[in-house]
C-alpha cells in the first residue's frame, strides 16, 4: 500500500474475524494533496496486490501513534488510541 501515490504513511494490523480469525486492518495518512477515498484505495489494492493481503477495513487518520524511535505503536491502534 505505501507504493500507492495517494498515501504518506500506512499502518496494518490484525483484527478478528469470525470466519477467517484475523483480517487486516489498514491505518492510512493521506498525502496532502491526495484525493482518496476508501472505495478507491481499496480497488487499488485487489487491483495491485494479492487478495489475502488486501486489507478488510481501511481507515483515514491524521496521524499514527509513534514512540521516540518514530516506530509506530500497534498496541494503540488496536485499542483504538489512534489519532484521527
Known sequence: ???????????VIGIPDPR?????QAFVIRRADAVLDEAALAA???DNMANYKVPRRIEFVDALPT??????????????????
Not at 500500500?1 to 499502518?11: F, K
Not at 477467517?20 to 487486516?24: A, H, S, T
Not at 514512540?67 to 484521527?84: E, H, I, P, Y
Request: glycine share 14%.
Open 67 to 84: 514512540n521516540a524511535a518514530g516506530k509506530v505503536q500497534k498496541f494503540a491502534l488496536r485499542s483504538g488510541k489512534s489519532t484521527t
Open 20 to 24: 477467517l480469525g484475523e483480517v487486516g
Open 44 to 46: 487499488w489494492c485487489r
Open 1 to 11: 500500500m505505501a507504493a500507492h501515490s495517494g498515501i504518506a504513511q500506512v499502518a
